[in-house]
């Protein structure tokens, strides 16, 4: 069977992208139609976004470094150009799988299994994940990357027109496949140190086995570890993207992120002083954040609290399958594990001297703390606990 995905007929790249970011549902019809190569699709739409979005992340990290509030990281040429050629052939390897993972869950939610169109919706629905990463090529525009969690809302969007999906099965397939993706994406890239992105260009996982069961009565979903996803409240999740989508400013408004500044202290335990502090919002995805520069001598910790509105359960999706991960080496760690509902990471990089605790909450919630110079996994945790998840929840509540 030919797997045709655009061809003759098709728009250039730039009308696409545009197409798909600001008319989605009447792109979705068009897309819907076309006939074209898999081939073509993958290397004359997908290709170019995934290079420019690593070749910019090459220039930020080269040129400008990586940090603020004078602590900035620049690594080497040879380095970065590693980093993004693994971030390229995971961007082309993550969508080529997902598409596999939207065919191989179609029929469980009276989807109609279709590869080609199944490869049309992981490509195009990842547009705006890969345009956000233009970002990357300055880090004070990095909070902007959260406007690629919009590739989520062409997801949902372009789900009943590709694959047929019933109405009343939508979101337990949209979710269903999110979070075999995630899931999947965490336990291998954790486990191999692989590069993951936040949507579309996780690396490192090779193929899957079996489905996931429709949602039984009760609104659940089964994932492959045993765990399940409430659908009642991603459905709620699943209407406010819509919402967003729509214009509808009552679905995507932000947290005031002089809230989130309020919420970082003077000093943090430890001996480490407040050096300076910023906030920022991208209202139009429901999104702020606010970060605070802490040192002790020639340590530094970088404390940041975000919110990310409407799509932050989209981030707790990990913790909703009970993740955990680990891997370890003699230069470091990596753990992952799922504690109340909530998604921990911990990193240690003793040849960088880093290290690093994270805290995906409730809400839309999220604490990190990345600490350079010496400081150890620790510390990094006591100052994400010296503000409190809770409280970071209890704003977005």
């Not at 545009?18 to 008319?23: G, L, Q, V």
């Not at 003793?350 to 990345?370: D, F, H, P, R, S």
Request: proline letters at 4%; glycine letters at 14%; charged letters at 15%.
């Amino acid at each position: 069977m030919s797997m045709d995905v655009s061809g003759a007929g098709a728009p250039s790249l730039i009308d696409r992208a545009k197409n798909i970011i600001t008319a989605p549902r009447a792109e979705w019809a068009k897309i819907a139609g076309e006939k074209a190569d898999v081939g073509k699709l993958y290397m004359g739409y997908l290709l170019p976004l995934a290079a420019a979005a690593a070749i910019a992340m090459a220039i930020g990290w080269t040129v400008f470094g990586m940090g603020g509030f004078g602590f900035t990281v620049r690594l080497p040429i040879a380095a970065v150009i590693s980093m993004a050629v693994t971030q390229l052939l995971g961007a082309l390897i993550g969508v080529y799988v997902f598409a596999l993972i939207l065919n191989a869950l179609a029929p469980s939610f009276g989807s109609q299994a279709d590869m080609g169109q199944a490869h049309k919706l992981a490509v195009y629905s990842s547009t705006a994940g890969y345009l956000a990463g233009l970002f990357q090529i300055f880090p004070p525009l990095g909070v902007l990357g959260l406007l690629g969690l919009y590739s989520l809302v062409l997801l949902y969007l372009g789900m009943p027109v590709l694959m047929k999906t019933p109405n009343d099965k939508r979101v337990g397939y949209f979710i269903s496949a999110i979070v075999v993706a995630i899931v999947l994406g965490i336990v291998f890239g954790v486990a191999l140190g692989a590069v993951r992105t936040m949507f579309g260009g996780v690396g490192g996982f090779a193929g899957i086995g079996g489905s996931v069961p429709a949602p039984s009565a009760q609104g659940e979903v089964k994932l492959p570890n045993g765990a399940t996803v409430n659908l009642s409240e991603m459905e709620k999740l699943a209407k406010q993207m819509e919402a967003a989508q729509s214009g509808d400013a009552k679905g995507a408004a932000a947290i005031d992120p002089a809230k989130l500044q309020a919420l970082l202290p003077q000093a943090l335990p430890g001996g480490f002083v407040r050096d300076s502090v910023e906030s920022s919002t991208a209202s139009a995805m429901g999104a702020a954040s606010a970060e605070g520069v802490y040192k002790n001598g020639d340590k530094t910790i970088r404390l940041t609290i975000a919110s990310l509105g409407p799509m932050g359960a989209m981030a707790g999706l990990a913790a909703a399958a009970g993740v955990n991960a680990n891997r370890e080496d003699a230069n470091g760690y990596e753990r992952a594990r799922t504690v109340d509902g909530r998604m921990i990471t911990e990193q240690l990089d003793k040849a960088g001297n880093t290290a690093k605790y994270a805290v995906i909450g409730k809400k839309g919630a999220a604490l990190t703390a990345e600490g350079s110079g010496g400081v150890s996994v620790d510390e990094a945790r006591a100052a994400v606990e010296a503000v409190g998840i809770e409280r970071a929840e209890a704003l977005g509540g």
